[in-house]
């Protein structure tokens, strides 16, 4: 028996402004937003436009640079801001200029995107071989020879692990 609950839909929108800058690559950010209605109203015959500025971080108090900025669509709600430099931090806003002034309506939080390739070199693993006592009664390392080895449990379990060994 489904309750009221399971049968309620989301709203299409929630009739607040709000802004949000999110990471979808170490290139690309994705940008959505919603305007109140009221706020639409207020802004109905300008010409909507969005801008990306790179903040930098290590200097709180220097202004941020205008990145880029383009004219949106009637209706738009999002935008992709695509081939920006990696390692960077962002912030957009919206608004409309209007003799040679601009009028910020919303801002967005602040996205750091990742650098576009790892930091560090990175060392190939080594293993190593070790004896493995029988744990139940003495779990303390014993003297024996053991049963198996780290690398064969990893061989015989690649299957479960979705590791393909092509050494063998």
């Known amino acids: 028996m489904l309750s009221s609950i399971d049968r309620m839909e989301l709203p299409r929108w929630y009739d607040e402004n709000k802004m949000v800058l ?4 170490p290139h690309t ?3 959505y937003w919603e305007l109140a209605f009221s706020q639409w109203k207020a802004v109905a015959g300008h010409q909507l436009i969005v801008r990306l500025f790179a903040l930098a971080p290590e200097q709180p ?4 640079r205008l990145v880029t900025s383009a004219a949106l669509p009637v209706g738009t709600e999002n935008w992709y801001f695509n081939d920006l ?12 200029e209007q003799d040679g002034v601009f009028y910020s309506l919303l801002k967005s939080n602040s996205v750091r995107v990742p650098p576009a390739e790892p930091l560090g ?3 190939e693993a080594q293993w190593q071989s070790m004896k493995l006592g ?3 009664g003495n779990i303390a390392a014993t ?13 015989q379990m690649s299957f479960y692990m979705g590791i393909h060994n092509t050494t063998s």
Do not use: C
């Open 61 to 64: 108090t220097e202004q941020p």
């Open 85 to 96: 430099p990696a390692d960077s931090q962002y912030q957009a806003d919206m608004g409309w």
């Open 143 to 155: 003297t024996s020879k053991p049963d198996i080895t780290v690398n064969e449990i990893l061989n």
């Open 22 to 25: 999110m990471v979808v690559t």
């Open 29 to 31: 950010v994705f940008l």
């Open 134 to 136: 029988h744990l139940p």
């Open 121 to 123: 070199v990175a060392r």
